[in-house]
């Protein structure tokens, strides 16, 4: 499935969801849109929802690594919520988990991010 | 189960260095093992290794210039499958550091230099031969495992 994504606001968090295939050619289509929303500023934090990416490769890990550092250098947090059994396997080859919190539900990736709004 | 007899098959197809083939390339691999009946591990594991494979070809190999070819060939030898990318490129000079973890000649692309790591971790065996000037093969291996051996 082509890749997709849907981007939404609450309590001043982006949360943006990957949808399909998430690979080198749909890279730039994953980072586009979130570095315009993003440098608006209106946003510290950002909660990624993975539930319903159903592919994902080093390319795919280069632009969660991209935004983290990109949040991270202006003091945002960035959280994972919801994989399935094959993201959750390649991220954690890449030892992204080490810089970037997982949770399983939006829920609770907004009481993490409660401490930091 | 009744044994049957050792499949072997094999197939080899060139599709143009575009970033919009890396999912024509893991589609048909994944395509070619069903006859294995392999767990979804064992599918998305060879998926995501020829995807870094392809994508390797495509941004080094060529520069992301859209032009050049790339051959994908994969063979079945019982329950293994060998895979072979191949591109006619400038070739990896230095290939004990590209196989390095977070390694990345690319670094202004947010390449995490993973892609080598990556399939060493998801395959059996990699093999990578390159020439400078002239290309570079990657090599995959994975044998699927037996069917009723498996914990259902």
């Given at each position: 499935?082509?890749?997709?994504?849907?981007?939404?606001?609450?309590?001043?968090?982006?949360?943006?969801?990957?949808?399909?295939e998430?690979d080198?050619?749909?890279?730039?289509?994953?980072?586009?849109?979130?570095?315009?929303?993003?440098?608006?500023?209106?946003?510290?934090?950002?909660?990624?929802?993975?539930?319903?990416?159903d592919f994902i490769d080093s390319?795919g890990i280069?632009?969660?690594?991209?935004?983290?550092?990109?949040?991270?250098?202006?003091?945002?947090?960035?959280?994972?919520?919801?994989?399935n059994a094959h993201v959750r396997k390649i991220l954690d080859v890449s030892?992204?988990?080490?810089?970037?919190?997982?949770?399983?539900?939006?829920?609770?990736?907004?009481?993490?991010?409660?401490?930091?709004? | 189960?009744?044994?049957?007899?050792?499949?072997?098959?094999?197939?080899?197809?060139?599709?143009?260095?575009?970033?919009?083939?890396?999912?024509?390339a893991r589609t048909?691999v994944a395509a070619f093992v069903m006859?294995l009946d392999p767990m979804l591990d064992e599918l998305n594991d060879l998926k995501t290794a020829v995807s870094e494979a392809v994508t390797?070809?495509?941004?080094?190999?060529?520069?992301?210039?859209?032009?050049?070819?790339?051959?994908?060939?994969a063979?079945l030898?019982?329950r293994t499958v060998f895979i072979?990318i191949?591109?006619?490129?400038?070739?990896?000079?230095?290939?004990?550091?590209?196989?390095?973890?977070?390694?990345?000649?690319?670094?202004?692309?947010?390449?995490?230099?993973m892609g080598f790591t990556m399939m060493e971790h998801l395959m059996d065996e990699v093999?990578?031969?390159?020439?400078?000037?002239?290309?570079?093969?990657i090599g995959l291996r994975k044998t699927i495992s037996?069917?009723?051996?498996r914990?259902?």
């Open positions: 499935m082509a890749f997709q994504l849907q981007l939404d606001v609450k309590d001043q968090i982006l949360i943006v969801t990957f949808c399909g998430l080198h050619h749909a890279a730039a289509e994953a980072r586009q849109p979130m570095e315009a929303f993003l440098s608006e500023g209106r946003f510290r934090h950002v909660i990624l929802v993975l539930n319903r990416l390319s280069g632009v969660i690594l991209g935004r983290y550092k990109w949040l991270a250098a202006r003091g945002g947090k960035l959280v994972i919520c919801g994989m030892g992204i988990f080490k810089l970037i919190p997982a949770v399983n539900s939006v829920p609770d990736a907004m009481s993490l991010l409660e401490v930091f709004v | 189960m009744t044994a049957i007899a050792t499949v072997q098959n094999h197939i080899k197809f060139t599709f143009p260095a575009m970033s919009e083939n890396e999912s024509l048909v006859s390797n070809a495509i941004i080094h190999g060529y520069d992301e210039r859209n032009s050049g070819m790339i051959d994908l060939e063979e030898d019982g072979r191949t591109d006619y490129g400038r070739g990896i000079h230095d290939l004990w550091q590209a196989r390095q973890p977070m390694y990345t000649s690319k670094p202004d692309l947010e390449r995490p230099g093999t990578v031969q390159s020439v400078a000037g002239r290309g570079t093969t037996p069917v009723d051996m914990w259902h």
